[in-house]
């Protein structure tokens, strides 16, 4: 058996159901260039297929899988992605509480198999907790040795549900940093609530907010700053 490897960009960004400047959140994603990317807060009402099928377009990507199926959660992707299953999950409901979801596929890029899952979380901390529990056995119960998780979390390293997912998977930024940290808010962001999160047999490259994009383009775009992770996953 011959081991490999292979680079792979997974991408995370919380769109505001693309009610902000259309034109700069597509030149972001172009200029990142990933191979998946994680959508949150996609369109899911009137039209939604329509209109996360014509970002996917302007991005150059296909959908997988999410949307309004997962209240919420979408993901793309490129060219290299073979997609080999999908699913969306919704979470159990808290009464008085938006409903959450995942998005979820197991894919192949460049020979690597992995699992990779798109959510986010509530914005009630005990509610996170749970919810960050549930999403972890959901990604392991795939049934995929590599998985990955991107997000926007709600929350930050230090509090319950963060070091939960961080517990079990490794915290991109935290392992490699990159470029910048901090994803909200839209102007002078001091937060770290959007992340992607990996199984321990993946290598991260490089994580972070990309510092080559203008704060212009930033601010116009959406109320989140992106992640773009760089990974090398096994290949068999």
């Not at 198999?113 to 959510?119: H, K, L, Q, S």
């Not at 939960?164 to 962001?189: H, K, N, Y």
Request: proline share 5%; charged share 25%; net charge positive.
């Amino acid at each position: 058996m011959t081991v490999g490897t292979g680079e792979i960009r997974v991408m995370s960004y919380n769109v505001r159901s693309l009610r902000d400047d259309r034109e700069a959140l597509v030149r972001i994603v172009r200029h990142c260039a990933p191979d998946l990317l994680c959508v949150q807060e996609a369109p899911r009402f009137l039209r939604w297929r329509h209109a996360v099928a014509r970002f996917a377009r302007e991005c150059g990507l296909v959908v997988i899988t999410g949307g309004g199926t997962a209240s919420g959660p979408l993901l793309l992707g490129g060219l290299r992605v073979r997609v080999r299953r999908a699913q969306d999950v919704l979470l159990p409901r808290t009464p008085g509480l938006r409903q959450r979801g995942m998005a979820t596929a197991v894919v192949e890029v460049g020979g690597a198999e992995f699992a990779v899952a798109g959510t986010q979380l509530g914005l009630d901390a005990a509610e996170r907790l749970v919810q960050a529990e549930l999403v972890l056995r959901r990604l392991a119960g795939l049934g995929v040795e590599h998985r990955v998780l991107a997000g926007d979390f709600n929350e930050s390293a230090g509090r319950p549900g963060w070091d939960r997912l961080a517990g079990e998977m490794q915290d991109g930024f935290a392992i490699a940093p990159w470029g910048s940290e901090f994803t909200s808010p839209r102007r002078d962001p001091g937060r770290r609530v959007d992340g992607v999160f990996v199984s321990k047999g993946i290598e991260v490259l490089g994580c972070g907010v990309p510092d080559d994009v203008t704060d212009a383009d930033y601010t116009a775009a959406s109320d989140h700053r992106p992640v773009l992770a760089t990974l090398r996953v096994p290949t068999t």
